[in-house]
């Protein structure tokens, strides 16, 4: 009976998202994109997630009420992916004029920022619903969607990957961010050589 009432949620908060950063849509190079996502998480993944939030990771069959799926606070997300990442700030501007009491909540991989998240109540839920939405680079979005099926959705022998896979997962994040200031940075040049005639 939930997930009908959350994807409606989702898809509200995307088309609201949506609309808030049409004035950057509108005005986009031809090498620059912008991609809005949602999603309910999963059931497996959200029970996971309220099972880690109790010691030993098992839930007390006396107090019920203490693992409700609605004191999620990622329960319903929205990603904005943006490419170059130049035009993150912008979106992060419009987005913070609309949503202005939602908390920032950074995600950081040693030290390298990755991307904006912020989760706050969504007014427009008839629960008390929490939701996030995510401002990220496009090259680190999609690695995510890869990553995420291949180590957090492997299959049972694969347990215990995330560890293991931590260092080249690291190295990915350099590389893609090291791209991206580069192509950044040629645009810049190339711009500023046809400015000049």
């Known amino acids: 009976m939930l997930l009908p009432g959350l994807t409606r949620i989702a ?19 031809p090498h620059e994109n912008l991609v809005v996502k949602a999603r309910v998480k999963e059931c497996n993944s959200a029970i996971d997630k309220l099972r880690r939030r109790n ?37 992060d501007g419009l987005l913070r004029a609309q949503f202005p009491d939602w908390l920032v909540d950074p995600i950081e991989n040693n030290g390298l920022h990755l991307a904006l998240k912020y989760n706050g109540r969504y007014a427009e839920s008839s629960h008390d619903l ?21 180590i957090y959705k492997q299959a049972p022998n694969l347990k215990g990957l995330g560890p293991v896979m931590r260092d080249q997962t690291s190295a990915v994040y350099l590389a893609l961010k090291a791209f991206e200031a580069e192509f950044e940075r040629q645009i810049e040049i190339s711009e500023s050589s046809a400015s000049a005639f």
């Not at 898809?11 to 190079?29: C, E, F, N, V």
């Not at 690695?143 to 291949?150: C, L, P």
Request: hydrophobic letters at 40%.
């Open 55 to 91: 010691p030993g990771g098992v839930f007390d069959r006396d107090q019920p009420e203490n693992y409700t799926l609605l004191s999620l606070r990622d329960l319903v997300g929205v990603r904005v992916l943006v490419f170059p990442s130049g035009r993150a700030m912008e979106v």
């Open 130 to 150: 929490h939701c996030e939405y995510q401002i990220v680079s496009t090259l680190i979005g999609l690695f995510w969607d890869v990553e995420h099926a291949a």
């Open 11 to 29: 898809d509200h908060l995307k088309t609201q998202i949506q609309y808030s950063i049409l004035p950057i849509a509108r005005r986009l190079k």
